[in-house]
């Protein structure tokens, strides 16, 4: 069976992307029984991006590349989302992400950014004191909350001194009153919130929020905010997302770094064994909002047909 390709001109690129372009070349092969396969050749600090399955890739050649055109990305929407409604509801995940989201605490976002009209809170928090280490909270507040004017009563952060169960509980109580004031925008097509963007990291496992491989949880269709108590990764008692919210999000990203997790940027990206038991970041698929994957080039080496030159 042959494998037909075909080029693809860069101005089908997202323009972000290809303003940052170097020397990229980028083929998309198209075979009867494999489907559509992306080859990307990546030279010199070139990063690149092409749609597939809805999903936009985009891969860097490092991550201090991926962090600037992240940072470029999330002001941009920031931007867009205050024009369009005075205010920008984020939410944020912990772990690798926050230092990856670290330039906007530098020029220019630190001034360009209206940091009086977002409304923050976190896709997932570990049941812990706020002044804990593995507070989600607690790193993104000292990595980049406390370096720029945010509004402090716009900080929303979990109740860290009820149960998992309870805070899981208050959390929607309190993002139930900000959909009702607009402050979080409403889904068209169901009741859930639509947040402007959701940032979402994902662990080795495919985990992405706290929403891990096999849990109960994923199959959550009611409520928008649960809890688990047996997280495989520590510490066990967290509160997060469920799909249903961040399926309805305007704007969802899954940023990934790292050889570690290639395998499972592979088998996610690649959808290899569709009918294998999803990996939860294989369900992020906003209903009608925008996903974008930003990866490195370790986190992409594992992709079907991706071939780095330097
Ligand atoms: O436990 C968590 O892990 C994921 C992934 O973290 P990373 O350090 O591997 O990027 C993170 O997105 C989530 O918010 C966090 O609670």
């Not at 570990?126 to 900080?155: E, F, Q, T």
């Not at 919130?193 to 491989?213: E, Q, Y």
């Not at 199959?219 to 399926?247: A, C, G, H, M, Y």
């Not at 209903?287 to 991706?306: I, M, P, R, Y």
């Amino acid at each position: 069976m042959g494998i037909y390709k075909q080029s693809v001109d860069t101005h089908l690129l997202p323009p972000s992307s290809v303003s940052s372009f170097s020397t990229v070349s980028l083929s998309l092969s198209l075979s009867p029984t494999l489907g559509a396969v992306f080859h990307f050749v990546v030279r010199s600090m070139a990063l690149c991006g092409a749609k597939k399955d809805g999903r936009e890739l985009k891969i860097y050649e490092n991550t201090d590349e991926l962090s600037t055109d992240l940072a470029d990305y999330i002001a941009e929407l920031s931007e867009n989302s205050v024009k369009e409604r005075g205010v920008f509801a984020i939410a944020l995940s912990g772990g690798s992400l926050i230092s990856l989201i670290c330039k906007l605490c530098e020029a220019p976002y630190n001034k360009t950014v209206d940091w009086a009209k977002w409304y923050i809170f976190w896709a997932d928090e570990r049941v812990v004191a706020k002044s804990h280490a593995d507070s989600n909270y607690k790193l993104a507040k000292d990595g980049i909350l406390s370096k720029v004017p945010v509004i402090p009563s716009h900080v929303h952060s979990i109740n860290d001194t009820v149960s998992a169960e309870k805070a899981a509980e208050d959390y929607e109580f309190v993002i139930r009153q900000l959909v009702r004031t607009r402050v979080i925008n409403v889904s068209d097509i169901c009741d859930c919130p639509k947040f402007d963007l959701i940032l979402l990291g994902m662990g080795p496992d495919g985990h992405v929020a706290s929403l891990f491989p096999g849990h109960s949880v994923l199959d959550e269709k009611e409520q928008w905010v649960t809890f688990i108590t047996d997280s495989p990764k520590p510490p066990p008692e967290r509160i997060t997302f469920t799909l249903p919210v961040i399926n309805s999000a305007s704007n969802v990203a899954v940023v990934v770094t790292g050889g570690s997790k290639a395998d499972a940027v592979h088998l996610v990206v690649d959808d290899v064994e569709p009918d294998h038991p999803s990996l939860p970041a294989k369900l992020v698929q906003p209903t009608k909002g925008n996903l974008v994957w930003f990866l490195d080039k370790a986190a992409a080496s594992k992709l079907d047909g991706t071939k780095f030159s330097e």
